[in-house]
């Protein structure tokens, strides 16, 4: 939700995928708000809440290749390449982080 006028601006959160034995990761945004640091914030939310509350040990995220600017944000939560793949039919790079190393990175999980 935007805070000034409180109208949704995208989805952030956890998703079962059971067919992948994954706990996905995932963010969106709508265009209007790119750049400005949300995805950020709202990915490093989920991800405290995910390793802390939640007590996950590791989590998945899947990115399409052109997608630099999620890329970009995955690299600052400290998530890791794993491969390329075709995930529900979607080329795709897999990215995975760890309980260990979300401790490094963020002192707070």
């Known amino acids: 939700m935007e805070r000034a006028t409180d109208q949704p601006i995208g989805d952030a959160g956890l998703l079962l995928l059971t067919d992948y034995g994954w706990i996905d990761f995932g963010f969106r945004l709508a265009q209007p ?10 990915a490093s939310a989920w991800v405290e809440r ?6 996950l040990n590791r989590l998945t995220a899947i990115v399409h290749p052109e997608n630099h600017a999620s890329i ?8 890791g390449e794993e491969r390329p793949a075709v995930v529900m039919g979607m080329n795709s790079i ?3 982080l760890t309980l260990e190393t979300a401790r490094i990175l963020l002192p707070q999980v």
């Open 33 to 42: 708000f790119w750049g400005k640091g949300l995805a950020t914030e709202a």
């Open 72 to 79: 970009n944000v995955l690299h600052k939560l400290g998530f």
């Open 50 to 55: 995910a390793f802390g509350e939640l007590k």
């Open 94 to 96: 897999v990215y995975g």
